[in-house]
C-alpha cells in the first residue's frame, strides 16, 4: 500500500473526513471472520519483523555539539515504534512517521505532527525542533545498558533514550491524535481544540467525540476488536470550525474497525484489510 505523510495539519482534516461524514449512515457489514482473523494474524507477525516493533522509549539526553544537554523528565519527549511507524510526544506537538531499518541502519521519514502545543513556549519549541531533526538525521541505532542510541553519519551520538513503562489499554483514556484518509493514504493530525477521547473499560468504548459524549460495547480478542452500535449526545458545537464535520467523520470511522494495534504508549484501529483509520496516544 502506499503510504504518504502530510504536515499540512487543519486545512487537510476536513476535506478526508468530510468525505468520511457525508458517506451513507448505514453501518458496516461485518467482514467474515476468516478476513479478520488473518489480518491480525499479519499484524503479528510484522511486528516481529522489525527489532524496535512494540518498544516506547523517553527521552533522556541530547547531543548537540559540543557536549550532551540532560533533559528533566517532565519535558521529555518519547518515541514509540510500530512495525512501520513511529509515533511519540515531541515536548508539545505529537508526531508520527514511517521508518525502517536494515541491520543496524535506521531511515526515518520527516513526521507529520500536531499543531498549537508550542504557543508561547520558546524553550519547547526550540528542544521540539532538535529531537525531531535529530530523529530524521539519524542513520544507525543501538540498544547499549538497556538505552536506545541513535547516531549520525559522522557516528555521532544524536541522543539517547531509556524504555517507557507501557500504558494499559483498558482504564488508560487514549486521544485521537491523526485520522487516515484512504483516497490519498495521508494521515493527517486532528484539529486543535477538539480533543477527541476514548477509553476502554472491558465492555464498553467511551469518551468524547470532540463536541459530543459517545460510547460503544466492543468485544477485543487478541488484534481482534468489534464495536457494537454507537450512540451519542445531540449538542451542536461552533468552534473550533470544522468541528461537528470532524466528530461526524470519526463516529463513522467506528463502524469499520476491525483490527487493533497496541503499543506502549499508543493504538491504532484499523479495517479488516489492515487500511490504517485512526491513530489514538495515552494522555
Not at 39 to 67: F, H, M, N, V
Not at 71 to 100: H, I, K, N
Not at 122 to 134: C, I, K, R, V, W
Not at 216 to 222: D, K, L, Q
Amino acid at each position: 500500500m502506499k503510504f504518504k505523510l502530510s504536515s499540512v495539519a487543519v486545512l487537510l482534516v476536513g476535506v478526508g473526513l468530510i468525505l468520511a461524514a457525508c458517506a451513507p449512515a448505514t453501518p458496516a457489514a461485518p467482514a467474515p471472520v476468516a478476513t479478520v482473523a488473518s489480518a491480525a494474524t499479519s499484524i503479528s507477525e510484522t511486528k516481529s519483523d522489525s527489532a524496535l516493533a512494540g518498544t516506547s522509549w523517553q527521552l533522556a539526553t541530547l547531543w548537540p555539539p559540543p557536549g550532551s544537554t540532560p533533559v528533566p523528565p517532565e519535558d521529555a519527549a518519547s518515541l514509540t515504534f510500530g512495525p512501520d511507524r513511529y509515533t511519540g510526544f515531541a515536548g508539545c506537538d505529537w508526531y508520527q512517521g514511517m521508518y525502517s531499518l536494515d541491520g543496524s541502519g535506521i531511515f526515518m521519514q520527516q513526521p507529520a505532527k500536531t499543531i498549537g502545543g508550542c504557543v508561547n513556549k520558546p524553550a519547547a519549541t526550540e528542544q521540539q525542533s532538535t529531537f525531531l531533526s535529530m530523529l530524521t538525521s539519524a542513520t544507525t541505532y543501538e540498544v547499549k545498558d538497556g538505552k536506545l542510541v541513535l547516531y549520525n553519519t559522522d557516528k555521532q551520538q544524536l541522543l539517547t533514550m531509556t524504555p517507557l513503562e507501557p500504558s494499559p489499554f483498558e482504564g488508560t483514556t487514549w486521544q485521537a491524535l491523526f485520522y487516515f484518509t484512504t483516497d490519498g493514504g495521508i494521515w493527517v493530525p486532528a484539529l486543535p481544540g477538539a480533543t477527541v477521547t476514548a477509553k476502554f473499560d472491558g465492555k464498553t468504548m467511551s469518551g468524547n467525540a470532540g463536541c459530543n459524549d459517545y460510547s460503544a460495547s466492543y468485544t477485543r480478542n487478541g488484534n481482534l476488536i468489534q464495536l457494537g452500535p454507537v450512540t451519542a449526545t445531540q449538542k451542536t458545537c461552533a468552534t473550533p470550525d470544522g468541528v461537528m464535520e470532524q466528530e461526524q467523520g470519526y463516529l463513522k470511522m467506528l463502524d469499520s474497525v476491525r483490527v487493533i494495534q497496541q503499543f506502549p504508549r499508543s493504538i491504532e484501529f484499523l479495517t479488516s484489510d489492515n487500511t490504517p483509520l485512526l491513530a489514538f496516544h495515552a494522555e
